[in-house]
């Protein structure tokens, strides 16, 4: 059994050290975008997975902060290579690849004067004078993004440019409602409006949502995604990831984000 074990695990270490990643012959061009803890002043999860990232594969980067709208254009447009916390979707299917580092599921914030009355999807979307708020050009997973879309034909969805503006029209009740994970309300919320906020799970059943590291298609071939798809599971089983986690979170935390 113990020469069992120790084949597969070196097994494994063959596989990791045989997909390093191709880096071209220009920077990898990965941008930020400002969002509770991961990203924030220069700083980061996202920050600390990208300088990771560069590290382990040798290959130069050069790091811009953008607003998120823009970054999905310039991925498709191939002015983009990477980019982190995000969501997979049909249509970004279509000009990236994914590969998950977190797995987080989104809760629903809302002023505690409206939680009073509004327990649920169904009692929000019969209330037609609330309105959500998100950030342009974020999904939140298929479920919700589904529920958001019904609202916005109504006109109930208000769009900011990014989470710290939402989160500022939340706590001053200018939208009745917004959709985030703890990585980015802990942050973007003081003490002092946490408790003027209801949390809530409205979708209970649903398990956490994958958050991906974006792989530009227009920069990277399939083989050259795969190289650095598994760089970012092998930096998952090392424990790379969950470290960096630990600099933000308690270690209960980082262990729950870091298993799907």
Same mark, same amino acid.
């Given at each position: &059994?113990?020469?069992? !074990?120790?084949?597969?695990?070196?097994? &494994? !270490?063959?596989?990791?050290?045989? !997909?390093?990643?191709?880096?071209?012959?220009?920077?990898?061009? $990965?941008?930020?975008?400002?969002?509770?803890?991961?990203?924030?002043?220069?700083?980061?999860?996202? %920050?600390?997975?990208?300088?990771?990232?560069?590290?382990?594969?040798?290959?130069?980067?050069?790091?811009?902060?953008?607003?998120?709208?823009?970054?999905?254009?310039?991925?498709?447009?191939?002015?983009?290579?990477?980019?982190?916390?995000?969501?997979?979707?049909?249509?970004? @299917?279509?000009?990236?690849?994914?590969?998950?580092?977190?797995?987080?599921?989104? $809760?629903?914030?809302?002023?505690?004067?409206?939680?009073?009355?509004?327990?649920?999807?169904?009692?929000? $979307?019969?209330?037609?004078?609330? %309105? &959500?708020?998100?950030?342009?050009?974020?999904?939140?997973?298929?479920?919700?993004?589904?529920?958001?879309?019904?609202?916005?034909?109504?006109?109930?969805?208000?769009?900011?440019?990014?989470?710290?503006?939402?989160?500022?029209?939340? !706590?001053?009740?200018?939208? @009745?409602?917004?959709?985030?994970?703890?990585?980015?309300?802990?942050?973007?919320?003081?003490?002092?409006?946490?408790?003027?906020?209801?949390?809530?799970?409205?979708?209970?059943?649903?398990?956490?949502?994958?958050?991906?590291?974006?792989?530009?298609?227009?920069?990277?071939?399939?083989?050259?995604?795969?190289?650095?798809?598994? $760089?970012?599971?092998? &930096?998952?089983?090392?424990?790379?990831?969950?470290?960096?986690?630990?600099?933000?979170?308690?270690?209960?935390?980082?262990?729950?984000?870091?298993?799907?």
């Amino acid at each position: &059994m113990k020469l069992f !074990a120790f084949a597969f695990l070196s097994l &494994m !270490a063959g596989a990791f050290a045989a !997909a390093s990643p191709s880096c071209g012959d220009r920077p990898i061009r $990965l941008a930020f975008f400002e969002y509770g803890l991961y990203y924030f002043h220069g700083q980061g999860i996202d %920050k600390d997975l990208a300088d990771a990232l560069q590290q382990r594969s040798g290959c130069r980067f050069e790091l811009q902060e953008q607003a998120r709208a823009r970054t999905w254009h310039d991925l498709r447009s191939g002015q983009l290579d990477m980019a982190l916390s995000a969501l997979q979707s049909p249509d970004r @299917d279509s000009f990236a690849w994914f590969e998950p580092y977190l797995w987080l599921k989104n $809760l629903t914030l809302l002023p505690r004067d409206v939680a009073q009355s509004v327990t649920d999807a169904g009692t929000f $979307l019969a209330r037609p004078q609330l %309105k &959500m708020g998100v950030v342009r050009g974020f999904k939140h997973g298929e479920t919700q993004d589904r529920w958001i879309d019904r609202l916005r034909r109504q006109n109930r969805v208000v769009e900011f440019v990014d989470a710290e503006q939402l989160f500022r029209n939340l !706590a001053a009740h200018h939208v @009745d409602a917004a959709i985030a994970d703890i990585l980015v309300f802990q942050r973007l919320l003081t003490p002092v409006e946490l408790e003027n906020v209801v949390v809530e799970d409205w979708i209970p059943a649903a398990k956490g949502d994958p958050v991906n590291v974006v792989i530009a298609k227009a920069r990277f071939s399939a083989e050259e995604a795969e190289q650095w798809r598994v $760089l970012v599971r092998q &930096m998952l089983v090392d424990g790379t990831i969950r470290a960096i986690l630990r600099r933000y979170l308690p270690e209960d935390d980082a262990a729950k984000l870091t298993k799907p």
